[in-house]
């Protein structure tokens, strides 16, 4: 005997009913979401590989960008046309004027995830959000293999040239051709986290 199976539609959002959201209380201040393509999706946690990372990758892209471009932590990046407003890692953006953030006066140019968990996802869904949103460069710090996935070349919602660097390779960002990073400065080093104190 067959089954028919009903396709269930989805109820998808806006990013303007995610943020009404937000400002009703319906999402909470701590909760750790994302609106990904209409969808509201759950933040994997964080754990402190990936919590030192992120803060390597910042530290030294801030250091890096001064007076250059605008770097930011976990800021909302709204992807237009596509109902999705990622939180990436690292979002460096054009104007050093860090006041320009969301205005018409700065734009993304490179975005980054720090993955374990998600890595999967973020080498597959949100690659392709960030190519949709046009964002010139996306690094995704692949904490599994220790190494760094570069997409480039944004078209049609597709990056045309993604590339993998192992941990001893050097990397330069497509926007500042005179700069140049080794890949293990943005991973964690080989250790254990220091013990909590109890």
Known sequence: MSRVLESVAQRRFTVE???RMAETGILGPDE???????VIRQ???KNWAHVMAAKSVYDLLRDALRGRASVYHEAPLVAEGIDSEPEPDVLVCSNPDEWT????????LLVIEVADSSLEYDLGEKAGLYAEAAVPEYWVVNLVERALV???EPDKG????????EEKSRLTPEAWPELSFEV????????????TAE
């Not at 750790?32 to 209409?38: D, K, Y």
């Not at 597709?158 to 660097?165: G, K, M, N, T």
């Not at 293990?184 to 013990?195: G, N, R």
């Open 17 to 19: 009913e995610y943020h």
């Open 32 to 38: 750790r979401v994302e609106l990904v393509r209409g």
């Open 43 to 45: 933040m994997s946690p």
């Open 101 to 108: 953030y969301r205005s018409q006066r700065t734009n993304p």
């Open 150 to 152: 570069v997409f480039r």
């Open 158 to 165: 597709r990056y045309q040239v993604r590339s993998s660097l």
């Open 184 to 195: 293990s400065a943005f991973l964690p080093k080989k250790t254990s986290p220091p013990d």
